[in-house]
Nanobody, 115 residues
Framework: QVQVVESGGGLVQPGGSLRLPCAAS????????MAWYCQAQVKQRELVAV???????SYVDSVKGRFTISRDNGKNTVYLQMNSLKPEDTAVYYC?????????WGQGTQVTVSS
């Protein structure tokens, strides 16, 4: 069974940083695309960052220059490094593993940016 588990969320001050790991089991992340999404209260889920099996990355405009998606194939884990955090970044962050036939979602981790 494929499972995806995010962690690393919490409360952080504006301008601070967080690093969110997403660990996968049952599938090799090196052979699949991985993505991070966020969902704020009363809003639709929004794509934040993508890393392909070839290592190419893409970001939504609002996080360019602040967030970085990366992976550690040895640990079968993808990371979202979040710098210069703003209150508007507050949301539940979800990790998704995309295979050729279906997507697998993590449970989400809460990120709150507040002074």
């Amino acid at each position: 069974q494929v499972q995806v588990v995010e962690s690393g969320g919490g409360l952080v001050q504006p301008g601070g940083s967080l690093r969110l790991p997403c660990a996968a089991s049952g599938s090799m992340i090196s052979r699949n695309a991985m993505a991070w999404y966020c969902q704020a209260q009363v809003k639709q889920r929004e794509l934040v960052a993508v890393i392909t099996s070839g290592g190419s990355t893409s970001y939504v405009d609002s996080v360019k220059g602040r967030f970085t998606i990366s992976r550690d194939n040895g640990k079968n884990t993808v990371y979202l490094q979040m710098n210069s955090l703003k209150p508007e970044d507050t949301a539940v962050y979800y990790c998704k593993l995309g295979t050729w036939d279906k997507d697998y979602w993590g449970q989400g981790t809460q990120v709150t940016v507040s002074s």
